[in-house]
Nanobody, 113 residues
Framework: VQLQASGGGLVQAGGSLRLSCAAS???????IGWYRQAPGKQRESVAV???????NYADSVKGRFTISRDNAKNTVYLQMNSLKPEDTAVYYC?????????WGKGTLVTVSS
């Protein structure tokens, strides 16, 4: 599965960004979503959609971020509102399919205070 992420950038605290991830296929995907890695920290799950349509969010982004999926476009989105400086990280699109993990190239999100 090939993943192409876009939408990162520089935004002031309180602002919004939308990330997009286009997948080469969404057939038989078990999990699709977003992880992030801040400088000096481990990569962490931000928001994912699991098979069946359920969503899981990190506690730190609940109420601010929304993950959605457009099956016709094989694309998953992450709408990020009320951004905080601590949201600054490289955001990675992620897919799990047939027990294998796939990662897109990261897109940098920088939130200035």
């Amino acid at each position: 599965v090939q993943l192409q992420a876009s939408g990162g950038g520089l935004v002031q605290a309180g602002g919004s960004l939308r990330l997009s991830c286009a997948a080469s296929t969404t057939f038989s995907i078990n999990v699709i979503g977003w992880y992030r890695q801040a400088p000096g920290k481990q990569r962490e799950s931000v928001a994912v959609i699991v098979s069946g349509g359920g969503t899981n969010y990190a506690d730190s982004v609940k109420g601010r971020f929304t993950i959605s999926r457009d099956n016709a476009k094989n694309t998953v989105y992450l709408q990020m509102n009320s951004l905080k400086p601590e949201d600054t990280a490289v955001y990675y699109c992620y897919v799990r399919r047939y027990g294998m993990d796939y990662w897109g190239k990261g897109t940098l999100v920088t939130v200035s205070s």
